[in-house]
């Protein structure tokens, strides 16, 4: 599991007890407050989520088989694993790996329906390939759900195996090439970063950044907090340069220049999964460091554990100061009723009663105002992206209209020129939009003690507090828009081209029959799309205001009881010497303790600066990983 520090174990701990105190008396809203520690608490300690990118023949399967510690020698004396490396089919579906002694595979499909399938037959149902994978579920360019809506293969399988860097705190996921000729695998990529702490971009030695590698790089890099560049092969790529320098260290000095233009702060390690896993089946200490995987794992520890962890703690901390605030005015105001006698309390009462009568209708206009605000955001999102889809179509035509038609026909290369020229667009919008429902929610928010950004999360389809969702609400809602913007209209566009060129014989179809399927098919094709993902994300974003809405209306239910409820009690008590001399020792321990909690959190933050700079200082000497 993640390291968490100690004084911020202690602070958890005591706000939990503090809160849960049963000589306490309870608040309507207390069981919301202990499920919002153990909610801080269980994401302090969750795994980080690890997005494994590369394409067919990047080393990817080896990679992960090292990583996970599930390689072994075959019959024939080949390295083998859990996952399918001589034949390397090309992953198909998201294949989460998590830790668990109960080793088993999960299967879900479009419809819900789940499925346990064998570990020995995890190839055909994930995978597109030959080999083991023959019978695969998955086809090479459909989607995963046939024309009358049965499943036809699983869009997300989660394997649960015993490894020791799976139980060190990571979860791994294996996600379906961005060169795939299903547009429903980059899709299935693009939409699933959002949710991950990190992503591992695999480069193979033998190709040292492409093209592809500086779009996918250029794309991401706002929008996933932490990139790791791993070089893969380098034991295939030993011989001298003319310089005298190994093949593998020539390339990575070309992934280093390039990763600085395309992913800046992005670490680039360079290593051998197969010399890696030969070293540690065959015991050879000098073959496992040599092979760069040691400074990998470390590296990805120490990175996640500065960056990722380090978020999630200041949301913690964040989390303890308002409940523990929240639960020391409730003490203080219980400690004043107490020491009142019977006839100013109740007098309090009837004053309270009036006031409260107020507060319930100024919260219930407060509710129907956010209901509001969704149905006119709703409304407003997609008349701001009305001229979107035009917009966007004009920027592909006049890209395509100057380039090389062999540079259209390659998928590859075209997928890197429309991303690179949509993704403007696509950004343009994405902020316009996330910074006003931003601006308006934390309004709200802050009104309201709501934990927005989490809401926002849920809808959007992330976890909070992890990924794109573990900084602000605005960064979070423009990531999501934007990489499903880019694996929604923008992928289904350049499958529809690629549709046009497969129709053809090589040389017969040229810039004029594109042209016409672009303004007859393509194009209108690729507007509707626009614009039914404006309205979806509408349809999203207003739902956001309606969970606001709904925590407004619990506030306003429960608004009786959290004002009455402490003003009753004491009232009883004021005719109860001996309760009453009980609870006011209660309280008074109760106070004392929130002395003790304050100065938890303090030591708390305090030790987050020190843990930060220790890491800092760890990793200044291994930055960008393998020594050249």
């Known amino acids: ?13 005591a706000v939990d007890a503090l809160v ?20 801080a608490r269980e994401r302090l300690e969750r795994r980080y989520t690890l997005a494994v990118v590369g394409e067919f023949s990047s080393g990817k399967s080896y990679l992960l088989n090292a990583l996970l510690g599930k390689t072994r020698y075959d019959p024939n004396g080949r390295i083998a694993g859990l996952l399918a490396t001589d034949i390397n089919p090309s992953t198909a579906t998201i294949t989460e790996l998590e830790y668990g002694d109960d080793e088993r595979a999960i299967a879900k499909y479009p419809s819900g329906r789940t ?45 649960s195996i015993r490894s020791t860097f799976l139980g060190g705190g990571f979860v791994v996921a294996d996600t379906p090439g961005l060169a795939s000729l299903n547009p429903a695998h980059r899709r299935a990529t693009l939409t699933y970063l959002p949710r991950t702490d990190a992503v591992l971009y695999l480069i193979d030695t033998q190709q040292p950044f492409s093209e592809g590698d500086a779009a996918f790089l250029g794309l991401i890099g706002e929008h996933v907090r932490t990139i790791f560049i791993v070089q893969t092969k380098i034991d295939l790529w030993k011989a001298t340069e003319g310089d005298g320098r190994e093949a593998w260290r020539a390339a990575r000095d070309r992934i280093v220049a390039r990763a600085a233009r395309y992913a800046p702060g992005a ?32 590296g990805l520890e120490r990175s996640l554990e500065a960056s990722a962890q380090a978020a999630r703690i200041v949301r913690t901390i964040a989390v303890l100061r308002e409940v523990a605030a929240k639960t020391g005015a409730r003490v203080r105001r219980a400690i004043s009723l107490a020491e ?30 956010a209901e509001k605000a969704g149905r006119e955001r709703r409304a407003w999102i997609v008349e701001r992206g009305a001229q979107l889809a035009d917009r966007a179509s004009r920027a592909l035509g006049a890209a395509i209209d100057v380039a090389d038609i062999e540079r259209i026909r390659d998928r590859g290369k075209f997928h890197s020129l429309v991303d690179a020229t949509v993704a403007p667009v696509w950004t343009e919008y994405a902020n316009d939009v996330a910074g006003h429902v931003a601006r308006a929610l934390d309004r709200i928010a802050t009104r309201r003690d709501l934990r927005v950004a989490d809401l926002a999360a849920v809808r959007l389809g992330g976890e909070p507090g992890t990924g794109a969702w573990s900084r602000d609400l605005a960064s979070g809602i423009a990531s999501t828009i934007v990489l499903a913007a880019i694996g929604g209209p923008t992928v289904s566009f350049v499958a529809d081209v690629a549709s046009g060129f497969a129709g053809h014989r090589h040389g017969g179809y040229m810039k004029r029959e594109l ?43 429960t608004a009786r009881a959290e004002t ?6 004491a009232i009883e008590l004021a005719y109860d010497a001996a309760g009453s001399a009980a609870a006011r020792a209660a309280l008074r321990g109760a106070a004392d303790r929130l002395g003790l909690v304050d100065a938890a959190i303090g030591a708390a933050e305090r030790a987050v600066p020190a843990r930060d700079a220790a890491h800092a200082e760890a990793g200044a000497a291994e930055r960008n990983g393998h020594a050249a």
Request: no cysteine; aromatic share 6%; charged share 30%.
């Open 564 to 569: 009455l409820a402490p003003i009753d009690r």
């Open 115 to 159: 499925e346990r399938i064998p570990l020995d037959s995890l190839s055909r149902f994930v995978a597109v390939g030959k080999g083991e994978a023959r019978g695969a579920l998955h086809d090479v360019s459909s989607d995963t759900v046939s024309a009358l809506g049965e499943d036809v293969a699983p869009d997300f399988v989660v394997v």
């Open 267 to 298: 670490d680039v390690y360079s290593v051998s999964a197969r010399d890696y896993a030969a070293g540690t089946l065959d015991g050879d200490a000098a073959v496992v460091d040599a092979s760069g995987f040691p400074a990998l794992l470390a």
């Open 1 to 13: 599991m993640p390291a968490v520090p100690e004084a911020l174990v202690a602070s958890l701990d």
């Open 20 to 39: 849960g105190d049963t000589a306490l008396d309870a608040w309507p809203t207390r069981d919301d407050d202990l499920a919002s520690l153990a909610s």
């Open 515 to 557: 042209g016409n399927d672009l303004g007859a098919t393509f194009f209108p094709a690729f507007e509707a799309e626009v614009a039914t993902f404006v309205r979806d994300f509408a349809e999203k974003l207003g739902g956001v205001y309606d969970d606001v809405a709904a925590a407004i209306e619990r506030e306003r239910v």
């Open 340 to 369: 009142t006698d019977a006839g100013t309390l109740e007098r309090e009462r009837s004053r309270a009663l009036e006031e409260l009568t107020e507060r319930e209708r100024l919260l219930g206009r407060e509710r129907d105002d």
